[in-house]
């Protein structure tokens, strides 16, 4: 979906627009179904890294047009721990903990 980042909410990607499923849960209306990449996270504060192949072909295709740029969903797998939550950082966080993507491009393969 083509969300608008100041209109979005749990419900709705845009004013008028709702996801199929609250939260862009929707595997394959709200979001792609395959992940890009996946990271397994302790509970103390760090910096975590994803890399994987599809990761990488995701970037590409994004940088060259042939895939639409709607960002990442990051989400918890492990629906069973209600008890322990995940914190991400926006891109509007004050504390120094805001995401980047950082993309090292690799020539000469």
């Known amino acids: 979906m083509n969300w608008v980042e100041a209109e ?8 008028g627009n709702s996801w199929t499923t ?5 595997d394959g ?7 890009s990449a996946s990271s397994t996270w302790s509970t103390t504060l760090q910096y975590y ?4 192949a599809q990761l ?7 940088i060259n047009g042939s895939a639409s ?4 969903h990051i989400s918890r797998q492990d629906a069973g ?3 322990r939550y995940l914190r991400v950082a ?3 966080g004050t504390d120094g903990q805001r995401p980047y993507l950082s993309v090292l491009i690799v020539t000469g393969k």
């Open 8 to 15: 979005v909410t749990w419900n709705s990607y845009s004013s």
């Open 22 to 26: 609250g939260g862009c849960l929707s």
């Open 29 to 35: 209306n709200d979001r792609v179904g395959t992940a």
């Open 49 to 52: 890294g994803f890399t994987s």
């Open 56 to 62: 990488a072909t995701d970037v590409e295709n994004i």
């Open 69 to 72: 740029n709607y960002g990442w």
């Open 81 to 83: 721990n209600d008890s």
């Open 90 to 92: 926006t891109s509007e």
